[in-house]
């Protein structure tokens, strides 16, 4: 089985601790990753993609060092994320955007692949997703005419279409209704099904407890839990770390 590990990361913002000592490991399941607003989850994604550097620790997949790779690389390696601001390329069509992701392994530039991957091959492959993730009949739409719900789902066609063994999805289901969510977590099963491992951050709880096998809880910047949904339900430092964080936001309101 091909593991990411995190052994030890820490990541330090000028005087702000965002992460502190983490270390975890996929073990080829559906891993929630929960925890308060600032708790570091966004920022472990963008060390494991290679956007940030870590201040110390390492993070290998696969036995191979991720924490001095480009994000290109690491999409070679198998690892594909999602953006928790979505990034689609507005003014591309849907199938472009797509096959962008496809050439994305291959070019570090999207914008000079999907001119030079439309092959019959690349544009099969790219249909074949959009047949996945349920977008065709939006291939030619240019991709910021999107409700958001679709947009969210392009941003995993598009990481789709790298190939990943591994899709890191940064809170998938903000902003969609209930019914597109319940979609979006019978998508998420189907990709693991087909062997791809998930770990997805997510702020609704019930979303995460019933997809998740495993949680992994971060409250500022440190695993404070890391057990299957029935477990974590019952943590009392979870329960405290959620309390703390609605309170926080009744006061704000
Ligand atoms: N590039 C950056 N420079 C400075 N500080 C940052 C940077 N990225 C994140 N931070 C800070 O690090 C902390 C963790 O942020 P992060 O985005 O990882 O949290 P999160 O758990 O994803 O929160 P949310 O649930 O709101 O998305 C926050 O205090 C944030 O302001
Ligand atoms: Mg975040």
Redesign the pocket.
Known sequence: MTELRVEHVSKR??G?Q?LQDVSLQTEGEILGLI??????????FNIISGF?PPTSGTITYDGRALHKQHPHQIVRLGIARTF?IIKPFGDLSVLENVLSGIGMPVYPSARALFQRYRTSATLKQAHAILAQTDLQDWAQAPAANLPIGLQRRLEIARALATRPHLLLLD?PAAGLTTHEAEDLALLIRSLHAQGIDIIV?E?NMSFAMNLCERIVV?AQGQIIANDTPAVIQQDERVINAYLGQEEADVAHS
């Open positions: 913002f000028g702000l965002a925890g308060p607003n600032g708790a570091g989850k966004t920022t472990l940030l928790q809170e951050i702020h971060l």
